[in-house]
Nanobody, 122 residues
Framework: QVQLVESGGGLVQAGGSLRLSCAAS????????MGWYRQAPGKQRELVAT???????KIAESVQGRFTISRNNAEKTVYLQMNSLNCEDTAVYYC????????????????WGQGTQVTVSS
């Protein structure tokens, strides 16, 4: 089965930076869209940024200008460079991908990573 493995989370001081990565593995035909969502304490899960196989990006207004999403198609990996972090960025960040695999009859299927904690201290 397809798996999404996240890395790069941790504790960072306000104003600092972190770089998250998410690598998809499995019998993948194509990654249609891949990116990040987050869920902060007391809030619903929200989109942070995603990028599709054409390079089209969706990004949350709250992180525009601070976060950058990029991808390595060959490695089926997406990155989230997070700069100028503030306390409101504290959340569990979840990798998300719409993936066509060999079992999906050509239709993309949603996959979620296990989540990685990002904590920004003041």
């Amino acid at each position: 089965q397809v798996q999404l493995v996240e890395s790069g989370g941790g504790l960072v001081q306000a104003g600092g930076s972190l770089r998250l990565s998410c690598a998809a593995s499995g019998r993948i035909i194509s990654v249609v869209r891949m990116g990040w969502y987050r869920q902060a304490p007391g809030k619903q899960r929200e989109l942070v940024a995603t990028i599709n196989n054409a390079g089209d990006i969706k990004i949350a207004e709250s992180v525009q200008g601070r976060f950058t999403i990029s991808r390595n198609n060959a490695e089926k990996t997406v990155y989230l460079q997070m700069n100028s972090l503030n306390c409101e960025d504290t959340a569990v960040y979840y990798c998300h991908a719409d993936i066509v695999d060999i079992y999906g009859w050509g239709s993309p299927v949603e996959h979620w990573g296990q989540g990685t904690q990002v904590t920004v201290s003041s």
